[in-house]
C-alpha cells in the first residue's frame, strides 16, 4: 500500500464523522453571523434605507408599466401642450401624449438599460481583473495596458461618434456603455486579487492541486464581491445618467419610443422651460430620485461590506 493511500486512512480515521459535522455547522453558524452584521450595519443607515425603498418602488412602477400608465405611450390625444388636468395628470406634451404615461415607460427603458448594461460589464470587467490579478507576469500587463487605452479615450466623445455610426438604439447603447465602462471595474478586481491571492487558504488550494476555476471562483470571487458589487450599485446610476445625457443630445433613444432623457431632449426651447414645466420637471425629478436612491444604497453597502467598520 502506498504512503498517499495510508496518510489518507490515517486522515479518516483520524477525523470522525461527528468532527466534520461539527466543523461544517461552525463554519455554517460564521457565514450567518457574517450576513446578520452586514443587514446590521446596512440598517443603521437610514438614507441606504430609504434609497432601498425608494428603489424599489421606482423598479416595480418600472416592471408594472403597461398595468399602471393610464395611457399607452404613444396614443394621440386630442390636447396638445395641456396642463395636467384629472384626464391628464401630468399634462400632455407638444404631440398630445399623456405624460405621465410616457413617464413610467420611459423609466422602464432608463432602469432596463441601467441594469443590463451594468451586467455586462461587472461579468467581463470581473473576469478580465481576476485574470490579470491571479496569473500576473506579462498577462496582467496586457491587460493593463488595454485598460489604460480604454481610460484615454474621452469616453463620451467616443460613445458620441459610435452611437451615430452604429445607430441609437437600446442593444448599440447598452453595449457601448458597457464597452467603457468595465476598465474601471477590472483595475478594481484585479488589485482585490493580488492581495487574495496571497492568504494561507489560497496558497493551500494550489498546494493541494485545485484547478484554476475552482479557486479563483470558490476560493477568490467570494472574497472579492464586496467591492464588486459596491462598484455595480453605483455603476447603475451612472449608466442611467449617461443615457439621459445621451438622449438630452440627441444621440440616445428616439422618439416616439419613451425615454427619461428624450423627454428632457424634447422640452428643450426656452417657452417649455418657462411656461410648460410639466413636460421637463417630472422627467428630470425622476432622474435624479433614481440616481440618489442608487447611490445611497451604495453607500450603504459599502459601508456595510467594510471589514475595517
Known amino acids: 500500500m502506498s504512503v498517499t493511500k495510508l496518510s489518507k486512512l490515517s486522515w479518516q480515521k483520524e477525523v470522525p464523522a461527528s468532527d466534520m459535522n461539527e466543523s461544517s455547522e461552525q463554519a455554517d453558524h460564521v457565514v450567518e453571523k457574517y450576513v446578520s452584521q452586514i443587514k446590521r450595519k446596512f440598517f443603521k443607515h437610514k438614507m441606504a434605507v430609504w434609497g432601498c425603498i425608494i428603489t424599489l418602488l421606482l423598479l416595480s412602477v418600472g416592471l408594472l408599466a403597461p398595468w399602471l400608465a393610464p395611457y399607452q405611450p404613444n396614443e394621440v390625444t386630442a390636447s396638445f401642450s395641456a396642463p395636467p388636468s384629472l384626464t391628464n395628470w401630468l399634462g400632455t406634451d407638444q404631440v398630445g ?16 438599460i441601467g441594469f443590463i448594461t451594468v451586467i455586462i460589464y461587472v461579468i ?9 490579478g491571479y496569473f500576473g507576469g506579462w498577462l496582467d500587463t496586457l491587460i493593463m495596458r488595454i485598460t489604460d487605452i480604454f481610460l ?26 458597457a464597452l467603457f465602462k468595465w476598465p474601471t471595474l477590472a483595475m478594481l478586481v484585479r488589485s482585490s486579487v493580488m492581495s487574495i491571492k496571497q492568504t494561507d487558504y489560497v496558497r493551500a488550494s494550489i498546494t493541494l492541486g485545485y484547478s484554476t476555476p475552482r479557486i479563483l471562483f470558490r476560493h477568490i470571487l467570494p472574497n472579492a464581491a464586496a467591492p464588486i458589487i459596491v462598484n455595480a450599485t453605483f455603476g447603475i446610476a451612472g449608466t442611467i445618467l449617461s443615457e439621459a445625457g445621451l438622449s438630452f443630445l440627441g444621440m440616445g433613444i428616439k422618439s416616439p419610443q419613451a425615454s427619461l432623457g428624450n423627454m428632457l431632449h424634447d422640452a ?10 410639466w413636460l421637463w420637471v417630472p422627467a428630470g425629478v425622476v432622474i435624479l430620485m433614481i440616481v440618489l436612491s442608487f447611490n445611497f444604497v451604495g453607500d450603504g453597502l459599502r459601508d456595510a461590506l467594510d471589514a475595517k467598520a
Open 268 to 277: 428643450q426651447s426656452l417657452t417649455v422651460l418657462t411656461e410648460q414645466p
Open 124 to 132: 467581463f470587467g470581473s473576469l478580465i481583473g481576476m485574470l490579470a
Open 152 to 177: 484615454s479615450f474621452p469616453y463620451m466623445l467616443v460613445v458620441l461618434v459610435i452611437v451615430s455610426v452604429l445607430g441609437a438604439d437600446v442593444f448599440t447603447i447598452i453595449l457601448v456603455l
Open 97 to 112: 401624449r399623456d405624460v405621465l404615461s410616457r413617464l413610467i415607460y420611459g423609466m422602464r427603458i432608463s432602469l432596463l
